[in-house]
């Protein structure tokens, strides 16, 4: 059983081995994550030129538990815009914050702006 939500940019510290790193890896194993954060860090992997099949076996080597986004997902990540455009989030962040909100877990990310959001969901920082 899951107990907290990965965010894209705690699975980009594993990988890039960033500071917090450590936090991420020991929550790895309860951990899931919405198919949107999957697709942001691919995507990121892909911008530092990793060729795709390099990207599917990094990502799959990490062993995530993901889920689909599917309709509840999408409005509640849809509710949260209000709450979240003064601070920028994307639709990965608002996917991460709405998976979190459904499941009532707690969301792990290294983006520090994260840490004011009064959203109905508790944030946990890793650095």
């Known amino acids: 059983m899951a107990s907290i939500v990965l965010d894209s940019s705690a699975i980009l510290t594993v990988l890039n ?11 790895l194993s309860e951990a899931v994550v919405s198919t949107v954060n999957v697709a942001e860090v691919a995507t990121r ?21 993901t889920v689909s986004y599917d309709g509840e997902q999408a409005y509640v990540s849809a509710t949260l815009r209000a709450a979240t455009r003064a601070v920028g989030l994307s639709l990965g962040d608002r996917a991460c914050l709405g998976l979190a909100r459904i499941r009532s877990l707690p969301a792990l990310t290294a983006d ?3 840490g004011g959001l009064d959203v109905g969901v508790e944030i946990r920082l890793i650095r």
């Open 112 to 114: 520090t702006v994260w």
């Open 45 to 65: 992997l892909h911008d530092y030129g990793m060729p795709d099949d390099e990207v599917r076996s990094v990502i799959a080597h990490l062993d995530l538990d």
């Open 17 to 27: 081995r960033e500071p917090g790193a450590d936090v991420v890896v020991q929550e």
